[in-house]
Every structure is written in C-alpha cells, then in structure tokens.
C-alpha cells in the first residue's frame, strides 16, 4: 500500500476521534451533575480534541523544511494533553482535596517544557518533557491503585450500594492507559524521524493511537457521567467519641448497639432503602456511627457494604422460591430491585460471590 492510503486512513480516524471527543464533552455537559472533575474531564476531552487537529497540520505542511521542529512542538502540546489527564484523574479520585492552583502545579512543567522548545528549538527540552511524562504517569499510577483500594474499603464501611461512587471502573481503565500511555511514548519518539523514513508505518500508528483513544475517552465518559462524591453527613461523630464524653453517655451507645440488629433491620427492611448508609442507620437505631462501624466490623467481621447485602440476598432467595414455586412469576431484574439493590450488575456480582452461581442457573436447580 502507498504513503496515500495510510494519509487518508490517518485523517478519517483523526477526524472521526476529534468529532467523537466533542460529542462525548457534550455529552458529560448535558447528562452529569457538573461536579469539579466533570467540569475538569470536559476541558481535557476539549484539549485532547484540538490535539487530533495536529496530524492535519502536519500532513499539511509536510514539505516544509522546518516540518520536524513543527511536529515536535505539536507533540509537546500531546504531552500538555498528558497533564490535563493526570490533573482529572487526580481531582476524580481526590474530590475537592486540592485547590485550584494546587491541580494547576501538575500542568506547569508541561507548559514550561514545552514553551523553552518553542522559544530555544532544543531537543533537550523535548527529551525532558518525555521523561517527565513517562516518569510522572508511572508514579501516580501508583498512587492512584492503592487510592483507589483505599477508597473501596472506606465506601464498603459506609454504604450500602457502591453503584455510583465506585470506582474500580477507573482502575480497570487506568491499567489500559498506562499501557497506551507507554505505546504512545513509544510512538512520540519515533515520530523524531517521521519525515527520514517509515512514514507509512507512522501514519499507521497513528491511525491505531486514534483508535484507542476513542475506545478509552468513551469508556471514560460512561463512568464519569454516573460518578458521584462519596461524603460522609455532617455530623459530631468526632465529638461523640471523644474525651469529653461521659461514661453515661458512651454506655448509651453501647447498650443502644447491643440490641439484636439483625432482626430489627430485618423486621422494618431497613435494607430495602437503596441509598443507605452507615451514618442512616446509625440515627435509626439512635446509635453512633462509629460504634456501629465497630460492631459490623469486629462483631460480624464484614464490611456494612456486605453486612446489609446479606439481608438483601436473603430477600433475593425468598423471591427466588417462590419463582420456583411458581407462587409469582417475576424478572430477575425485578427481584433484585424489589430486594433492595440499586442495580442488576451489583446484584449479580454479590449473588455470584455468595452462591458460587447466577441466579439463573441457581433457579435451575430449585426447579428441577
């Protein structure tokens, strides 16, 4: 095949990625709440956007002699694109911990990088901002892994549906990316002899790199617009269990946590309320949080995440017998529903980590 094909295949995937990043910046603009790292993701699909344009100026101005300080500078804005990613992937696991400025820290060397290629022509500055990327992005995907593990262990022991404010969703990406990521250093670096030789395979690459960002921006804009921000409610839990407590009062709480919990969360289905959590059930049976964290924890030795779907399973088998039965004949989707869960997909999972089964298949067997 001829330089030409590989040229046009280029343009069609950059054309097709720029429109489809557009589409999905709209798309989180119209369909999330707009919390900060939506607003955030937004400008960063805007930016990645503009990024796909460079290939058109490149194919553009191929024949002129300063066409690889041109490439390279075009680059260089890959690697501000670079920034603006890590800066939305730290403010989408960190909500709101840091200020504006501070997330503006992470995108000044690749500015600053940048610019001294722009002014001076150096490679030098090429080659730092590279190291910079690659080195930046292993380290925090790093940290993001163990932040993510931690933020996991903190919702399972405070709600009771992790739906919305999970998000192992993101590591599964992050793994992908950081894969691409390496890829496309790879790439960026090759692209230094774009114009000496190879071009069909360059064009190629790039063909592919357009590809992959689509596949990875979409997967992003699903989570992203279903993402919410797990806080705990206002409350004196601090100074609940502090010193200044009495003794009568800390005995409140633990006579409080003594009742038999399970049969009153069972009796009221106190579980079928599919946004509780931690800090609602402990004002419902006028305990503390902490202390209730502490019972299901040591005393049950499960998270409240699993704690709570223990009743709701428990209402999933009930259901589910009468279905064998053929008492009432209902969706699995509805039975999950009616049992408390915010979701099929959540509802599979737990069922499956319990039962060693689907529900199906464990209907199956009931029928039989």
Do not use: A, D, P
């Given at each position: 095949m001829t330089n030409d094909f590989y040229i046009l295949l280029l343009c069609f995937t950059s054309g097709i990625a720029f429109g489809i990043l557009l589409l999905c910046a709209f798309w989180v603009l119209k369909h999330s709440s707009l919390f900060r790292f939506q607003k955030i993701f937004i400008a960063t699909l805007l930016f990645h956007a503009l990024s796909f344009l460079n290939n058109f100026i490149i194919i553009a101005f191929n024949h002129l002699s300063v066409i690889n300080y041109l490439n390279t500078l075009l680059i260089s804005f890959d690697f501000c694109v670079a920034g603006c990613w890590f800066v939305f992937i730290v403010d989408l696991i960190y909500p709101n911990r840091y200020k504006e400025w501070q997330l503006g820290l992470i995108l000044l060397p690749f500015i600053v990088f940048g610019t001294l290629f722009a002014l001076t022509g150096n490679d030098m500055y090429y080659s730092i901002d590279l190291?910079?990327?690659?080195?930046?992005?292993?380290?925090?995907?790093?940290?993001?892994?163990s932040a993510i593990k931690k933020h996991e262990r903190i919702l399972k022991n405070n709600v009771s549906n992790l739906e919305y404010f999970d998000l192992q969703w993101t590591a599964k990406i992050l793994r992908i990316l950081i894969l691409i990521c390496i890829l496309?250093?790879?790439?960026s670096i090759s692209q230094k002899t774009w114009f000496d030789g190879g071009g069909s395979v360059n064009y190629f690459a790039d063909s592919l790199w357009s590809v992959i960002c689509i596949w990875t921006?979409?997967?992003?804009?699903?989570?992203v617009i279903r993402q919410k921000i797990f806080t705990f409610e206002p409350s004196?839990?601090?100074n609940s269990i502090s010193q200044s407590d009495t003794a009568e009062k800390k005995a409140f709480y633990k006579e409080a946590i003594t009742q038999d919990i399970d049969s009153l969360i069972e009796?009221?289905?106190?579980?079928?309320n599919k946004s509780l959590n931690l800090s609602t059930l402990a004002n419902i049976l006028g305990t503390n949080r902490q202390y209730?964290?502490?019972y299901i924890n040591n005393e049950k030795q499960v998270s409240f995440y699993d704690y709570i779907n223990q009743f709701r399973l428990k209402r999933v088998e009930k259901l589910l017998h009468e279905q064998a039965n053929q008492q009432k004949q209902r969706s699995l989707e509805e039975i999950a529903s009616l049992s408390g869960f915010n979701s099929y997909a959540?509802?599979?999972?737990?069922f499956s980590k319990v039962y060693g089964t689907t529900p199906s298949k464990y209907l199956?067997?009931?029928t039989k």
């Open positions: 190291i910079f990327t690659i080195t930046l992005g292993v380290i925090l995907y790093i940290v993001f892994e496309w250093e790879i790439e921006v979409v997967s992003f804009t699903k989570g004196t839990e601090n009796e009221n289905e106190y579980f079928l209730l964290s502490n959540t509802f599979l999972r737990c199956q067997k009931k």
